[in-house]
């Protein structure tokens, strides 16, 4: 089966009428006879294009021919058919199938003839004829008995009533009046919408109106025949799609929220016998038409798993509400409707079956079968199918149909599948065959893949955390309430900092350094800590590090976490007691993955975003450089980053070309989940030579550079590679130590050489400055401290506290012995009674 062959454009295409527009007739039986649709003329609006008028006689000749198989569902003869065999169960009824041909002729009103639009009227064809060469719908030709095929639904058109029931009238009444328009003035209107009304990815037709209704009311006739009970479940091929269409909008390809229309349709018919409609919505965008339908509405559970990227993916927001972007996982639903409204956003493109079904197995059948619906509506796009050239995602067939069986498990089977997006022919018949089948009760194929990419883990477990707070099966449950209360914790990543100060200043005496920040935070409370002969004549070495890693065992069910499951690692320690043991000064700096406000909430907090961590690092180490480190006495400057300590050095060095390669004598990374970065000066040549001469860059197993096109002829801009064994940092740190302590002590045996050796002994006492604590019996707490000078030469977000011309920033003498905290001024002994520093 060719699908793609362009033959089957709605200009060339009889045989296709005849062969389907027999089962689309309006001869009024059966199910037809409760939708008999008296006003509709299948000529109705397609008298004025070339390309509808082309279309009208096989229309009119097929309209009355009356067909030599009637496959359309008749109570009697589709009643349950027996077992094959005594004693097997038997399917209880058929599945159902809505196709109707003139839902084709919604097309471009002035047709590119190179540059087919993607909402291509072919699709609905290439499904129905997957259909029939699968065996799973009947066309004349066709063998076997009818009852062992879907039974074919017709469709109708949607009543203003029904469509009223989502949009507004002026919605209804400004696309009736398509249908009386000329191609000019369709054309005219796409390119000149007016103030009121935007034109967001739509192409009109005065077919438009006909095949809207037709598609609403298939979508409409489809749940109706499964609550009658005429059919046990039923796919409905229909088009243009809907669930884009907002309120008084149309918008990406969608004219009436079919799917929404089709939800309150049957609630209203079908009273507490349809009162909870579950509509999961698995097209690659988001179904923001759906969503705003049923915003408030707590009968209507609207779940939808689509590429979100942080609001950069269509669609990325509501033109009429001026809303933030609101396909993300924080739009939950409001009023009453609050909590069954469930957003899967996908930050990445790319995802595949096994990102599907963990989010089914985690979010969607936890929370349906909770919510325990009387019909299930699936929005089914099949965009996110491999091969689509919009979505770029790679769900394959097999998926769909296990995504379609375990839906089936809700509502006793009612479930309706209403074709929305999807724009690859091939891909879009193969995944609906998939899921025709599964309707039919094939079970479905085997998975291929299992595994789930790490982000789709990480947006499938931050869905779950904040839709905790609505859905008693979900845990861990969210703490955000917990701690807006009375609670008042203070976060870790403060406490940790104040222990490390506090220790490496026992141990030590390393001290804060005086840095000027225009934010104030606690996050950079302790942020740059220095063994006090960081000016002299000595190695230094200045370490730009992630904050030491935490391990918890949490409790499985609450998530919560107990101080005695919980291990702090601070493997940059090692390195700190290693240098200070060789006679090396020591700035260490810490970088905080999220900068905390001080205002801020008790929320969760993601990490912030790389390059800005990036940036935000460089700037603290051009500071460092200009105030702390370049005018000192230093023999040797070594720069040693992990992550975006990294990517701080490099930026610095690119900076800085000439006062990086006069000081600095070697640059040492740990690069586990942020960019590789090369050192290349686009002036300066020898940049990249020097920097391998002068670098040591330990990059994890797992790195994705190792799979990128670099790796196969790896360049001397990324300085002296190597592959680590290991895949974290701090494992990395371990690893590696020997092979990063050899290199300095082999830059400064020199120096060690020629030093005294009682020096080891005496690092503490050569008379060093002390930066001047704030309160007495407290260490410094340099970010917190007043500039000498008021707030100096501003350098990006930090500001000199003398400008340039400082030697260092000497801010007083305070006695060497003063202990860091007031708790530590005791002696040992009474330390013990003590309780712990707050
Ligand atoms: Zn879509």
């Known amino acids: 089966m060719d699908l793609d062959d362009g033959t089957d454009v709605l200009m060339h295409d009889d045989d296709v009428l005849d062969s389907t527009e027999t089962y689309t007739q309006f001869t009024g039986t059966s199910l037809g006879s409760a939708i008999k649709p008296e006003h509709d003329d299948p000529r109705e609006g397609f008298s004025r294009t070339k390309v509808l008028k082309s279309a009208t006689p096989a229309l009119k000749g097929a309209g009355l021919k009356i067909a030599s198989v009637d496959h359309r569902l008749n109570p009697r003869k589709d009643a ?312 770029g995602c790679h769900v394959t067939p097999a998926a769909y149909a296990h995504m379609t069986h375990m839906l089936m498990s809700l509502a006793k089977g009612r479930v309706a599948v209403c074709l929305e997006g999807g724009y690859n022919l091939d891909s879009i018949a193969r995944s609906a065959c998939a899921v025709g089948r599964t309707l039919m009760g094939e079970p479905p194929d085997r998975l291929d893949s299992f595994n789930p990419t790490k982000s789709g883990v990480d947006d499938v477990k931050m869905v779950v955390r904040q839709q905790s707070k609505f859905w008693s099966c979900l845990y861990p449950k969210d703490l955000t309430a917990r701690l807006a209360g009375p609670l008042q914790g203070e976060r870790m990543h403060d406490l940790v ?61 609450t998530g919560k976490i107990e101080l005695h499951n919980t291990w702090l690692t601070d493997i940059v320690k090692t390195y700190v007691n290693w240098a200070v043991k060789q006679g090396f000064a020591v700035i260490d700096v810490n970088l905080p993955k999220h900068v905390t406000s001080d205002d801020g909430t008790q929320a969760h907090e993601e990490v912030d975003e790389v390059v800005y961590r990036t940036k935000e690092a460089t700037q603290l180490l051009s500071y460092l450089w200009d105030n702390y480190i370049e005018l000192n006495d230093s023999t040797h400057v070594f720069l040693m980053g992990t992550n975006t300590g990294h990517g701080a050095i490099i930026n610095f060095i690119k900076a800085n070309e000439e006062r990086a390669q006069e000081r600095l004598t070697k640059a040492i990374s740990f690069v586990e989940d942020v960019p590789l970065q090369s050192c290349k000066s686009a002036t300066n040549d020898q940049l990249q030579y020097w920097y391998y001469g002068a670098s040591l860059v330990f990059v994890a197993d ?77 260490p410094p707490v340099g970010n917190f401290a007043l500039s000498p000078r008021g707030k100096g030469i501003s350098n990006g977000n930090f500001a000199s506290p003398r400008g340039r011309a400082t030697r260092s920033p000497r801010i007083g003498s305070p006695p060497k012995a003063t202990p860091p905290t007031a708790n530590f001024a005791l002696s040992p002994r009474q330390r013990l009674s003590r309780s712990p520093a707050k």
């Open 80 to 391: 349950p058919r027996p077992p094959k065999f005594d004693g097997l169960p038997y399917s209880t009824a058929q599945t159902g199938l809505v196709y109707d041909v003139r839902m084709r002729f919604h097309v471009e009103a002035i047709p590119s003839e190179h540059d087919m639009h993607p909402e291509d009227p072919r699709r609905i064809h290439a499904i129905f004829e997957a259909f029939v060469h699968a065996g799973l719908a009947w066309r004349e030709g066709c063998n076997g008995p009818s009852d062992y095929y879907m039974g074919r639904i017709d469709a109708r058109k949607v009543t203003k009533d029904e469509v009223c029931l989502v949009h507004t009238d002026k919605h209804w009444d400004w696309v009736q009046s398509l249908s009386t328009k000329t191609a000019e003035e369709l054309v005219d209107e796409l390119q000149h919408p007016g103030e009121y009304r935007q034109m967001d990815s739509v192409y009109l037709s005065p077919s438009t109106p006909y095949c809207a209704a037709l598609s609403a009311g298939g979508a409409i006739e489809a749940c109706r025949a499964i609550m009658l009970g005429t059919v046990k479940n039923v796919f409905a091929v229909i088009r243009p799609p809907g669930h884009h269409a907002e309120r008084e909008d149309v918008k990406g390809f969608c004219f009436y929220d079919n799917v929404s229309i089709a939800t309150k349709a049957c609630q209203q018919e079908f009273g507490e016998r349809c009162r909870k409609v579950f509509i999961l919505d698995w097209d690659v965008h988001h179904g923001n038409g759906i969503q705003q339908a049923n915003y408030d509405d707590p009968n209507v559970l609207y779940i939808s798993l689509h590429v979100h990227k942080d609001g950069r993916f269509y669609p990325e927001n509501s033109y009429r509400d001026r809303r933030d972007p609101y396909g993300d996982h924080l739009h939950c639903g409001e009023g009453a409707g609050l909590g069954t409204n469930v957003n899967i956003p996908w930050r990445n493109h790319g995802m595949g079956d096994a990102d599907y079904i963990y989010a089914f197995q985690q979010i969607v059948m936890p929370i349906a079968t909770e919510f325990d619906p009387d019909l299930v509506i699936i929005a089914a796009g099949f965009d996110a199918a491999e091969g689509d050239m919009l979505g």
């Open 497 to 557: 900092r104040k222990w490390q100060a506090t220790t490496l200043w026992e141990e030590h005496e390393m001290s804060p350094l005086f840095i000027h920040k225009e934010k104030l935070s606690k996050s950079f409370e302790n942020q740059v800590l220095a063994t006090p002969n960081y000016t002299e004549a000595r190695p230094l070495l200045v370490i730009l590090h992630d904050p030491p890693e935490v391990l918890a065992s949490p409790d499985p069910r």
């Open 702 to 778: 797992e790195h994705g550079f190792w799979h990128s096109e670099f790796a196969r002829k790896i360049k001397k801009r990324f300085g002296r590679l190597y592959k680590s064994g290991e895949e974290n940092i701090s494992d990395m740190l371990i690893a590696h130590k020997d092979a990063v302590t050899e290199a300095l002590l082999q830059e400064t045996e020199q120096w060690r050489s020629g030093r005294p050796a009682s020096d080891d002994e005496d690092m503490a006492g050569t008379g060093a400055a002390l930066p001047e604590p704030i309160q007495k019996g407290l």
